[in-house]
Each structure stands twice: as structure tokens, then as C-alpha cells.
């Protein structure tokens, strides 16, 4: 059974995409088959794999249902990593999809055929609050939360869960939170550790173990169109996104074998 996970934070610069990218890596090199979907129009997963796509096959064709998702699927450096590409033409799809029957299906849609092919899904979200990021929540199983360690992040949190509570009372009853990482940590600010604390105080298990911190190594990986692991496997930024990974995996097989020993 595959795993469809949202990456979603509706403020920017938290470490969003390079959340996704480098778990999406992670998770391939565990070999895991991983499929990583651009939802965001700035298309920043797909630059930063290398990838330049087909203009004619990408998510927002997908999205629109003007191509097959599998169509627009492409490989990448890592054997078990596979990119939807996005351009900067996903923007139109927020318009587009307006007068458009379920709207906010239209994802989950173009993903059915497919998901299944793939052990996890990770979807790129634009940093926003609109019908892509809405979309994406639709259909995912869960949605998994950057953290930025800095004064304002909490307070962007608290909206961003109360989208979630809504998708999850009128679109997909089954979504869960998988789960809030700490990104972007100065082990030596005040001002972060106050974050940490209080962000594991507010939200106790839902807050991942694993911290990432702040790395010029993972700011720099992008430009060289290289998820972190093939940029610089033995970084601070690598190993926290590999232990990311192991955590995600441990407590999935947790939950699995509580389900199966409940059943």
C-alpha cells in the first residue's frame, strides 16, 4: 500500500522543497520507490533534481487532465526516485480550476492511476493556502509540516492546521498529520532552542525527533540541480534528512504492526 504525503507550509522559506526533494531522495535510497509531484508553480523540486521537463507533460497537463500523470513521470539521477515535473505554468491552474466540478479532487484524480506504483508519494506545495495546496491535502494520506525554528513560525502553524481540520471535515476524512520537522536550526540561538521547546510542548509526538539544521551545503545543492545526498552525502543537512527518513519509515512500520497485532 502506497503513501501519498502532502509537504506543506503556506509560509516561504521554511525549507519546504528542500524537505521534499531531499526525503524524497532518502526514501529512494532506502529503496523505497519514491515519486516526488512539483505542485508548486515557482517548479523548484523539478529545477532542483536537474530536471528540465516536456512543456506538453507536466503536473499542470496532469492536473487539468490534458495528459496521463504516468506520461508526464520521469526519471532521475536516483533509481528509485521519479519526478511529475512542474513549470511556472501550474500558476494558471489556480484560475483555471475555478469553475471547474471538484475542483478540489483534481489531483487526487490524476494520481489514482498511479500511486500505487510507488511505495510514497511526496507532493511539493506552493507556499500558500489556495486550490493547489488544497488539492494536494486532498490527496494525500498525510501531511508533513517544515517548521522554520524562528519567532513567527507557530503562529503560521496554527492556520495552516485549521486548512488541514477543514480538508479533512468536507474533502478527505482519513488525512493525518504525519508529522511537523524543525527545519532551519541554529543550535547556538536562544531564539531557536525556545522554538524547539515549545513547539514539542504544543504538539508533543506529532513533532519529529529529527531536527534539521541550518547548512549552506543543503542551500547550495539546488543550484547544482542535485538532491543533498548526491551533492554532499556526508553533510550535516544530508545525515538529518537520512535519519528523517528512518524515522518516517520506523514509525510507519510501528503503526503497521500495531494495526495488524489490533486485527
Given amino acids: 500500500m502506497s503513501r501519498v504525503i502532502a509537504?506543506?507550509?503556506q509560509k516561504g522559506g521554511v525549507g519546504k522543497t528542500t524537505t521534499a526533494i531531499s526525503l524524497a531522495a532518502s526514501l529512494a535510497v532506502a529503496e523505497k520507490r519514491t515519486l516526488l509531484v512539483d505542485c508548486d508553480p515557482q517548479s523548484?523540486?523539478?529545477?532542483?533534481?536537474g530536471i528540465q521537463p516536456d512543456s506538453e507533460r507536466t503536473s499542470y497537463q496532469a492536473l487539468l487532465g490534458e495528459c496521463a500523470a504516468k506520461d508526464a513521470v520521469v526519471g532521475t539521477e536516483l533509481s528509485y526516485l521519479w519526478l511529475l515535473p512542474a513549470q511556472r505554468d501550474l500558476s494558471g491552474a489556480e484560475i483555471e480550476l475555478v469553475p471547474q466540478l471538484s475542483r478540489e479532487t483534481k489531483l487526487r484524480d490524476?494520481?489514482?492511476?498511479?500511486?500505487n506504483d510507488y511505495d510514497y508519494v511526496l507532493i511539493d506545495c506552493p507556499p500558500s493556502l489556495g486550490l493547489l495546496t488544497v488539492n494536494a491535502l486532498t490527496a494525500a494520506d498525510s501531511v508533513l509540516i517544515p517548521l522554520q525554528c524562528e519567532y513567527y513560525a507557530l503562529?503560521?502553524?496554527?492556520?495552516?492546521?485549521?486548512t488541514v481540520d477543514l480538508v479533512r471535515q468536507h474533502l478527505n476524512p482519513s488525512l493525518e498529520v504525519e508529522g511537523i520537522l524543525l527545519t532551519m536550526n541554529d543550535q547556538r540561538s536562544n531564539l531557536c532552542k525556545q522554538v524547539v521547546d515549545d513547539a514539542r510542548a504544543h504538539f508533543g509526538g506529532q513533532v519529529f525527533d529529527t531536527v534539521?539544521?541550518?547548512?549552506?551545503?543543503?542551500?547550495?545543492a539546488p543550484s547544482h540541480g542535485k538532491p543533498i545526498l548526491l551533492y554532499d552525502i556526508s553533510s550535516r543537512g544530508a545525515e538529518a534528512y537520512l535519519a528523517l527518513a528512518r524515522?518516517?519509515?520506523?514509525?510507519?512500520?510501528?503503526?503497521?504492526?500495531r494495526a495488524a497485532s489490533a486485527s
Avoid at 523548484?44 to 533534481?49: K, Q
Avoid at 490524476?110 to 500511486?115: G, P, T, V
Avoid at 534539521?212 to 547550495?220: G, K, Q
Avoid at 524515522?247 to 504492526?257: D, N, T, Y
Fill in 247 to 257: 524515522e518516517l519509515l520506523g514509525r510507519r512500520e510501528g503503526k503497521s504492526a
Fill in 110 to 115: 490524476a494520481l489514482k492511476s498511479i500511486r
Fill in 155 to 162: 503562529e503560521g502553524l496554527s492556520q495552516l492546521l485549521s
Fill in 212 to 220: 534539521v539544521p541550518r547548512n549552506i551545503r543543503l542551500s547550495e
Fill in 7 to 9: 509537504v506543506a507550509n
Fill in 44 to 49: 523548484n523540486a523539478t529545477s532542483g533534481l
